[in-house]
């Protein structure tokens, strides 16, 4: 029940910070940089990358998700969760990266 309600809390606090129209405040450019900087050791995160480990979903194939939504990936990236490193994102960069990824549809 904890663990749940963390997780509403969390959802409240990143969607409430995003508004409506949350790919148009979030800056994509700012995303790629931190994307390239935190993620591209595991995923690849940009065209031209030659290196990733090769059981993680490349950035495209993750926009290209038909249930994608930045709102739902900048929670996911807020909540610690076992299969990534627990970087300290703040709200802001979670949502910057998220649209970055955004952008790659």
Known sequence: MRQ???RICL???VTSGFGTSSALAADADHGAD???RWCASCHVVAN???QASADVPSFV???RRPDFSPERLAFFLLDPHPKMPNFPLSRTEAGDIAAYIASLR
């Open 4 to 6: 749940h309600l963390r």
């Open 11 to 13: 959802l409240l606090a």
């Open 34 to 36: 931190l994307a390239k």
């Open 48 to 50: 031209g990358q030659t």
């Open 61 to 63: 194939s993750v926009a």
